[in-house]
């Protein structure tokens, strides 16, 4: 599958200004949420929440994508985000705020420095692991 890379970018904005506010605000229960939003985005990235509404209200707007990458390095670092999410969520929730913080603080520079300049963490870490784990040459 592949997708149009304006897709991964928005869901990054919209990503970045929800994890300001857990900052913000140190909500277990918001952080909670933004972990199933990744965990779905992880499992599909034809249902990932922030990618259906760029779909139905952004894309229609634009023009046609000039550039389309594949699915699977965006689903990984929707995977990488349910994890620091479920994290923050878990710090939050147990009152160990300090952990919450910091795990939130580590995906919100990623979802900006991808919203920012469209440089996504997650998608390079499993570039990077598939040419570590790749077929071995002959």
Not at 26 to 40: D, K, M
Not at 78 to 85: D, E, H, L, P, T
Not at 107 to 129: D, H, K, S, T, V
């Amino acid at each position: 599958m592949q997708l149009d890379v304006r897709g991964p970018r928005f869901a990054a904005v919209v990503t970045t200004v929800v994890l300001i506010v857990i900052a913000l605000t140190r909500s277990g229960w918001l952080a909670a949420a933004q972990a199933v939003v990744f965990a779905v985005g992880a499992l599909s990235a034809r249902h990932a929440p922030y990618g259906v509404l760029f779909r139905v209200l952004v894309a229609p707007r634009l023009g046609p994508p000039r550039e389309v990458e594949p699915a699977e390095p965006v689903r990984f670092a929707q995977a990488v985000g349910f994890v620091f999410a479920t994290v923050a969520a878990l710090g939050f929730l147990t009152g160990a705020t300090a952990v919450g913080l910091v795990a939130t603080a580590f995906a919100l520079i990623a979802a900006f420095l991808n919203a920012a300049f469209g440089l996504c963490l997650g998608c390079e870490a499993y570039l990077l692991l598939r040419r570590l784990t790749g077929p071995r040459g002959a």
